[in-house]
């Protein structure tokens, strides 16, 4: 099972949630895909989109403006 | 993915030529593909000029557009914020699978050609019913 990184600091609306959307495409069924950002809305809007697509969220951290999501695939 | 079977819709028809809109369509758009639903944009009149060939970022700005002036500035600011290029936008589109759609009686009133278009993005050249088609089952339909 991989774990796959997005970095998507400094990038904004709607690059992160599509960048997301991307990576989850691409991962494999058990994948942890990794999302680290600095887009306010988006640290909203990633988990809405976990949660529309079904799959589970396993965290989301804040640090120094920075945050990171873990979604599994 | 565990995603329902029959994706929920999202049909927009983009009339406007203006840059601004066709950011508009793009971004709720490649919103819709991130958040699991399909999407489908038709391109018609003004909007169709967007898909010429290097015509993708050449729309003016739908307002204060001051011959060219206005966009140049708006432009400035949205790469000081970052913003995606209308042309990453559109391929991020494509890659989560959404659809294009171009308007034939706009390429028949302004004489296009498909070879004037960039036909690596259009999906399906059609009419009013395959607009119609598309958007009788969608749950979001916009006229941008």
Not at chain 1, 17 to 45: Q, Y
Not at chain 2, 51 to 59: Q, S, T, Y
Not at chain 2, 88 to 109: P, W
Not at chain 2, 124 to 135: D, F, H, L, N, W
Request: hydrophobic letters at 45%; aromatic letters at 6%; proline letters at 3%.
């Amino acid at each position: 099972m991989a774990e796959i990184k997005i970095d998507v600091k400094g990038q904004t609306c709607p690059v992160p949630l599509v960048e997301t959307r991307k990576a989850l495409r691409r991962a494999a069924p058990g994948d942890i895909v990794v999302v680290e950002g600095t887009h306010s809305n988006s640290k909203e809007e990633i988990p809405m989109a976990v949660r529309a697509l079904k799959l589970e969220l396993l965290g989301i951290e804040e640090r120094d403006g920075v945050w990171t999501i873990r979604i599994r695939r | 993915m565990a995603e329902p079977a029959v994706a929920e819709k999202a049909t927009i028809i983009l009339h406007s030529g203006d840059m601004d809109k066709l950011y508009s369509a793009l971004i709720v758009g490649n919103g819709a593909l991130a958040m699991g639903m399909e999407a489908t944009i038709f391109f018609t009149f003004w909007g169709l000029q967007r898909l010429r060939k290097g015509g993708l970022e050449k729309g003016p700005l739908s307002k204060m557009n001051l011959l060219g002036l206005g966009r140049w500035m708006i432009g400035r600011r949205m790469r000081q914020a970052n913003v995606a290029a209308l042309e990453k936008l559109v391929r991020d589109y494509k890659e989560l699978g959404g659809k294009i759609i171009a308007c034939e009686m706009t390429m028949e009133i302004m004489g296009i050609g498909k070879k004037d278009l960039r036909e690596d993005l259009i999906d399906q050249y059609g009419a009013v019913g395959t607009y119609i088609q598309e958007a009788r089952d969608s749950k979001i339909t916009l006229f941008i």
